[in-house]
């Protein structure tokens, strides 16, 4: 079985310029998250996603980044315009119906 | 109507540089995706491009330009397992995905 698919693997770009990322979860697990990863930090959640609704985006910083999830299955994240202390590994999970995360290779986004 | 265009078949040589192009006409533009195929195998992801440019991943790289209707798969240092469909697939304002029909790529020594 395929595990959750995240692209791309990693992506350099100046600041202002947009950048998108895309994550694939598990079929059949409902739940997606966002996650963000700073060097020598836990992950930080920006948005969860119950199927199609956005059930917490509080930590999502609306005023560059969006998400969307239209069909509840895969999700795009995308920041515009980016700014440098978005370098960051992104890192999407989605979840079994027992609570286990499952985690992608993430991408990691440098901005310069 | 909705159509993905792809070349049916292209040959390359071990080794080489092979760029497989793919045109699109559809009813809105949510993202477009390249996927390998082995014969006898499911498709497997290859890339994602969802916004203007080069997305680079290994020896494989996808380009898009949405004005254009247009993308490619670039597949450099080509070996023979690289031998496979590579199909080209467009999401649509429904979030509907629209495939081409593939592109059979043959690799010869």
């Known amino acids: 079985e395929a595990g959750v698919v995240q692209s791309p693997r990693y992506k350099i770009i100046e600041k202002k310029q947009p950048v998108a990322f895309w994550c694939n979860p598990i079929s059949g697990h409902n739940t997606l998250y966002w996650y963000l990863q700073n060097l020598g930090q836990g992950p930080e959640l920006l948005i969860r996603y119950e199927n199609e609704e956005a059930v917490d985006d509080s930590q999502l910083p609306k005023d560059r980044f969006s998400a969307e999830r239209l069909k509840g299955v895969d999700s795009t994240l995308k920041i515009q315009p980016a700014e440098l202390g978005d370098s960051a590994v992104y890192l999407c999970a989605s979840r079994t119906a027992t609570g286990e995360l499952f985690f992608g290779e993430g991408s990691r986004l440098t901005v310069l | 109507g909705q159509n993905i265009d792809q070349p049916t078949e292209m040959t390359a040589t071990e080794g080489a540089i092979v760029q497989i192009n793919c045109t699109y006409q559809?009813?809105?533009?949510?993202?477009l995706f390249w996927y390998q195929q082995h014969a006898g195998e499911a498709p497997t992801f290859l890339s994602y491009?969802?916004l203007d440019g080069l997305e680079e991943k290994g020896r494989f790289s996808s380009f898009l330009s949405r004005s254009k209707g247009y993308s490619y798969l670039l597949l450099k240092e080509l070996q023979m397992k690289d031998s496979a469909s590579y199909l080209c697939?467009?999401?649509?304002?429904?979030?509907?995905?629209?495939w081409g029909a593939g592109t059979k790529l043959i690799i010869k020594p």
């Open positions: 697939a467009v999401r649509d304002s429904n979030y509907q995905l629209i």
């Open positions: 491009n969802v």
């Open positions: 559809t009813s809105g533009f949510n993202g």
